[in-house]
């Protein structure tokens, strides 16, 4: 419970839409729904590195749902944006609305 509460604390602090500045030589992956899929968010960070102040990431939803570990995946997310809150940034999906997940699991 820890984990979730301080990774609230931080997605909370954030305003809604926000800049992603990139310095020079720097670089952002992209990421979209995950979907639960734990051997595929650690395929992406085997290709292109963890999160750092030079190689940050957008997730862009839907990361849970479908996949059987979906509970894993939002906490690696969680753990990574309070390590890195400048680095990882998670847009909230359609997955991650109460509706969509009481129905789809």
């Known amino acids: 419970l820890r984990l979730i509460k301080e990774a609230a604390a931080v997605l909370v602090g954030e305003a809604n839409v926000k800049d992603v500045v990139l310095p020079k030589g720097a ?37 849970v749902d479908r996949g059987k570990n979906s509970c894993e995946v939002v906490l690696i997310l969680f753990a990574l944006k309070i390590l890195y809150p400048e680095s990882v940034f998670l847009n909230r999906g359609n997955h991650e609305a109460t509706d969509i997940n009481e129905e789809m699991g």
């Open 27 to 63: 670089r952002c992956v992209i990421v979209g729904d995950l979907h639960g899929q734990l051997d595929d968010l650690i395929h992406i960070f085997t290709l292109n590195g963890l999160p750092s102040s030079r190689n940050k990431y957008i997730f862009n939803g839907d990361f």
